[in-house]
Nanobody, 124 residues
Framework: QVQLVESGGGLVQAGGSLRLSCAAS????????MGWFRQAPGKEREFVAA????????SYADSVKGRFTISRDNAKNTVYLQMNSLKPEDTAVYYC?????????????????WGQGTQVTVSS
């Protein structure tokens, strides 16, 4: 059973930055694409960013392009989400997930393992 553990969330003022980390419990996760999703209160979970299995390709939601950067260190079984220029509308629980394939998919149904989430709150 793969376990994903997110960390790095917190409270930040608008315009600030946070870096989220997602540690996978086993090395085989390096063979799969990884993604970040988020869910705000009263809203459905939505795609944020994804990276291909080797880290050479990334996909981003339009709402975060140019502000967020996803990366991965397969030697450490860890995926990161650097979030800059944060806005109050970025407030949500952020989830890390492992894809069933190798490409940086934007589709939530292509992810089968999920972390417990980490809260990000951006104050105005």
């Amino acid at each position: 059973q793969v376990q994903l553990v997110e960390s790095g969330g917190g409270l930040v003022q608008a315009g600030g930055s946070l870096r989220l980390s997602c540690a996978a419990s086993e090395g085989t996760s390096s063979n799969y694409a990884m993604g970040w999703f988020r869910q705000a209160p009263g809203k459905e979970r939505e795609f944020v960013a994804a990276t291909s299995w080797g880290g050479g390709y990334a996909s981003y939601a339009d709402s975060v392009k140019g502000r967020f950067t996803i990366s991965r260190d397969n030697a450490k079984n860890t995926v990161y989400l650097q979030m800059n220029s944060l806005k109050p509308e970025d407030t949500a629980v952020y989830y890390c997930a492992r894809s069933t394939g190798r490409t940086a998919s934007v589709w939530i149904y292509e992810y089968d393992y999920w972390g417990q989430g980490t809260q990000v709150t951006v104050s105005s």
